[in-house]
């Protein structure tokens, strides 16, 4: 007997979940259900008034995980207010983030780095010195010290 893999598409689902949603107490809830790839699948369904009022209901952490999805990742990110377009960013992997600044216009790149925290900057900062194809700007400042004594 062979077990088969059903992928089921989420997408009109998630975006009917969306639209009915009355508040982000309704929402939260309903969209942690689904991963975050398919709820970005489902934004690209939604309309502009829709999508802008997703992003106001759902908190920075919960759209750092969509964000990492999207297609359109840059467009929507500049569309945010800057302290919550930089919450988004700071919430986001590093790698992914990078992307993503990379295609924003100068003004609005430093609009966002002005509301990140000193490291956050600072690591976005010394990440976006490298050219997207050098191997630098795919490193992370992150790493891990295993004592000799273990």
Not at 108 to 131: C, E, M, S
């Amino acid at each position: 007997m062979m077990n088969r893999i059903v992928k089921k598409d989420f997408t009109q689902e998630i975006a009917a979940v969306i639209r009915a949603a009355k508040n982000r107490n309704d929402l939260r809830p309903l969209l942690k259900r689904y991963h975050p790839r398919d709820v970005a699948k489902a934004v690209a369904l939604l309309t502009d008034a829709e999508r802008q009022r997703l992003f106001h209901l759902l908190d920075a952490q919960a759209l750092a995980e969509i964000f990492s999805y999207l297609d359109d990742a840059a467009r929507c990110l500049a569309e945010l207010p800057e302290p919550l377009a930089a919450q988004v960013v700071a919430g986001m992997d590093a790698g992914d983030a990078l992307d993503i600044l990379r295609e924003l216009p100068a003004e609005k790149k430093q609009a966002i780095a002005a509301h990140l925290d000193d490291d956050t900057r600072n690591g976005v900062r010394r990440l976006l010195a490298f050219h997207e194809v050098e191997i630098g700007s795919r490193m992370s400042g992150n790493f891990v010290c295993i004592p000799d004594t273990l």
